[in-house]
């Protein structure tokens, strides 16, 4: 008799119909959007503030390179001692003061400078202080040693390696971008989706157990029928939250956007604002185009399948432990012990993820992770857009199916005890135990 | 065998280095109402949920009216565990209409029979009532009810009239024996041995894994009388009259209710002695106003033969 069907609807109708599920999936992408325009609004206000900064320049070789920027003023003072200019600066309330100290050797100031303030200014600010003084006093020393300045503007070259692999398709590095970001966002969204629904699953055990339904549940239908028709279900009620997250959220950055629409133009950062400087330089804004090519020619056929399979394999192989770490304990505060060997390969995965498959996808840190079942999901997809030979992906799906099923069998396993075991907390040694009943 | 809905055959079941059954053996006939009884821990729980498939059995088998046991049959049984409950935040007729349609009936099916249950135990209005709201003995109720929907030929309930007012108890006793009339088959398992002595045909007596008893019930009855006669009689002269029983048979005091004040004893028959035997005696003696066998209730049955185990 195939229930199946059955506990699925009522698993996605008990969730979706919870109210604090409701309330998560409608209010949410609202917190976030407020998040976004609190975010938006404080870097405005940090904008606004203009800083001035007095410049005390005994060397008299620094006027014309300290030029004033929207955010930061210079005021050079002359004719007085360092005492008095102090002295100035904080009556003027100005935000601090470079002193530029001159010594013998006219060219030698590099221990010999200072800035005073009230407030430590930020990283930022001193490294933009210190580049200006550098390149000035390196252009003064090029000159000195006759080095004619126009000449190395003028050999200053730009270049970009051309990457073809061996069958000839062609890469650039905005490509490797590309696929970063592709397989991060694969990988990430598979790890979150594991951590909310894969305890969303688990609650939803224990609740059985505690509720005491669960021996007139299993007295109708085979635990592991169950088991699929909880994690089946979740998962359906998990990717409806995801859609109308998606629907939702970009609803309101299109509305906020509208409304504060000027002001988000202008809202920069400077990474962004660097991007607008490069994207009017015509060599970039071909480069711009390769990417647009360059998106189409990832293996996007490739990626979806691959994304779908995977997401689907780990999802379920990561969500029948979080079943089975709920049949095998009362309540969820007991739940901690078991949950450390679930969430470590997780997190193993991503760092693997993050730092060695963008490092190098085909190494053999990667590529052994990307077949070893806990980590294989995570790994896989970052490294697939960077051209997985089909083979691997298939022994690794592989692998992941087989994995799965076996710990389908020992979660059934220590489910069907498990959901009947009241009262006391487990140890390791007794699920080994139950797995063997 | 024919007139055996359910036989269990050598049953044993492990766990671990604990045995909780050993080559335990059943048979319940068909429209009985038989009693599972045992200490707690002896095993009973575990059969039942062999029977009900939830744990497979290390060695023996189920027989269920003639055949072994199918996962199918899972249809053919209603259990209400001992360990029981709902879904807290599900409304009551959408529970029970999901539990029904798991054992296998339709929804249009599960919906009139719910209709004429509800009706008849006058709990209509609960239908859209989450069970959280309800009262632990108005969810017995429902838990009751689903577990009857489907009309199983075996019906096993552990515990059934905990939690139940002395009114609503008697309102399921009396369900349960009309269950029984129209051909259900219940096992029956408690520790209340006065519902038993009331509801239940056969009985099993379980103990520590292994099955000590097992029969109708009056048959137990018989096996364990003690041929001992419950005597109350007139005289002038108490003490004299227990001298010269006694010199006979073995004698214990005995107390019933009775309007006399007057000599009461249980009387052992001695052996090859009949009942007229010790009647004809005592009449020669003393007038005889009370002379009743003592049977052995469920409870002492249970009692003595849990300890001489």
């Excluded at chain 1, 070789?61 to 930061?72: L, S």
């Excluded at chain 2, 565990?81 to 529970?95: A, D, I, N, S």
Aim: charged letters at 20%.
């Amino acid at each position: 008799m195939n229930h199946l069907p059955l506990i699925i609807k009522r698993e996605y109708l008990t969730k979706v119909r919870n109210k604090s599920f409701i309330i998560m999936t409608f209010v949410s992408p609202l917190i976030f959007a407020a998040l976004i325009a609190v975010v938006a609004f404080l870097s405005q206000l940090n904008k606004d503030k203009l800083r001035t900064i007095s410049v005390l320049d005994e060397t008299n070789m620094f006027e014309e390179v300290f030029t004033n920027t929207e955010e930061t003023k210079y005021t050079f003072i002359e004719g007085v001692d360092l005492e008095t200019s102090k002295e100035l600066v904080k009556n003027n309330e100005n935000f601090g003061l470079l002193h530029i100290v001159k010594s013998q050797d006219s060219i030698d100031i590099v221990d010999n400078v200072r800035f005073y303030s009230d407030e430590s200014p930020s990283l930022s600010i001193m490294s933009g202080l210190e580049s200006t003084i550098e390149k000035k006093l390196s252009n003064v020393k090029l000159k000195i040693n006759g080095v004619d300045l126009a000449k190395i503007e003028e050999s200053k070259t730009r270049i970009n390696i051309a990457q073809e692999n061996f069958t000839g398709e062609q890469t650039s590095k905005i490509d490797n971008i590309l696929k970063l970001a592709f397989g991060g966002a694969a990988g990430y969204l598979l790890f979150m989706f594991i951590i909310i629904y894969g305890n969303l699953i688990m609650r939803s055990v224990i609740e059985e157990k505690t509720s005491r339904i669960i021996e007139v549940i299993i007295s109708s239908v085979k635990p592991v029928q169950l088991l699929m028709g909880k994690i089946v279900g979740t998962s359906l009620a998990g990717l409806t939250q995801f859609a109308i997250w998606l629907v939702l959220g970009s609803v309101i950055l299109f509305v906020i956007s509208s409304i504060f629409g000027i002001s988000m133009a202008e809202m920069q950062t400077p990474q962004q604002e660097m991007m607008q400087q490069t994207m009017e330089n015509p060599e970039v804004a071909n480069e711009l185009q390769t990417a647009f090519q360059s998106f189409f020619n990832l293996p996007l056929f490739n990626l979806v399948l691959a994304f779908l399979f995977f997401f689907i394999g780990g999802y379920l192989l990561y969500s029948s432990l979080y079943a089975s770490v709920g049949a095998a304990v009362d309540n969820e505060t007991d739940t901690q012990q078991f949950m450390l060997p679930i969430i470590m390969p997780l997190i193993l995965a991503v760092y693997v993820g993050v730092f060695t498959v963008i490092d190098d996808p085909h190494g053999t840190v990667s590529t052994v992770f990307s077949f070893i079942p806990l980590t294989s999901p995570v790994v896989m997809l970052m490294r697939i857009p960077f051209g997985v030979p089909i083979w691997q992906q298939v022994l690794s799906f592989i692998i992941l199916i087989g994995t799965f099923t076996f710990t389908v069998w020992i979660a059934a396993k220590i489910y069907r005890v498990g959901i009947l075991m009241y009262g006391k907390k487990p140890s390791y040694k007794e699920l080994y135990k139950w797995i063997k009943y | 065998m024919n007139n055996n809905l359910l036989v269990a055959e050598n049953v044993s079941k492990n766990f671990g280095d604990f045995k909780a059954l050993n080559d335990v053996s059943i048979s319940v006939p068909k429209s009985s109402i038989f009693g599972l009884l045992g200490p707690n821990g002896a095993g009973k729980t575990t059969l039942i949920r062999i029977i009900n498939q939830i744990t497979m059995p290390d060695s023996g088998q189920i027989i269920l009216d003639g055949e072994p046991l199918r996962p199918i049959d899972v249809q053919n049984i209603g259990y209400l565990p001992e360990e029981r409950g709902l879904y807290k935040t599900m409304k009551v007729g959408e529970q029970a209409l999901y539990l029904a349609q798991l054992k296998g009936l339709s929804k249009q099916e599960a919906k009139s029979r719910l209709k004429h249950w509800f009706d008849k135990l006058d709990i209509g209005d609960w239908w859209n009532k989450k069970i959280q709201e309800l009262s632990k003995g108005q969810a017995q109720k429902i838990q009751f009810v689903v577990t009857v929907l489907h009309r199983p030929k075996l019906l096993i309930f552990d515990e059934p009239f905990s939690g139940f007012d002395p009114i609503n108890a008697n309102l399921i006793k009396d369900e349960i024996l009309q269950l029984r009339d129209e051909g259900a088959t219940v096992i029956f398992s408690t520790h209340r041995m006065e519902s038993v002595e009331e509801l239940c045909d056969h009985i099993a007596l379980i103990h520590k894994s292994n099955k000590i008893l097992d029969g109708k019930l009056t048959d137990v009855k018989r096996q364990y009388k003690t041929n001992t006669f419950e005597v109350g009689l007139r005289t002038e002269n108490i003490d004299g009259l227990t001298k010269i029983i006694e010199e006979k048979y073995s004698i214990l005091p005995a107390t019933f209710k009775n309007l006399n004040e007057d000599l009461k004893l249980n009387i052992k028959l001695n052996d090859n002695d009949s009942s007229n035997d010790l009647l004809g005696f005592l009449t020669n003696k003393a007038e005889v106003n009370h002379f009743v066998e003592v049977i052995p209730s469920a409870n002492d049955i249970f009692i003595q033969s849990v300890k001489s185990n």
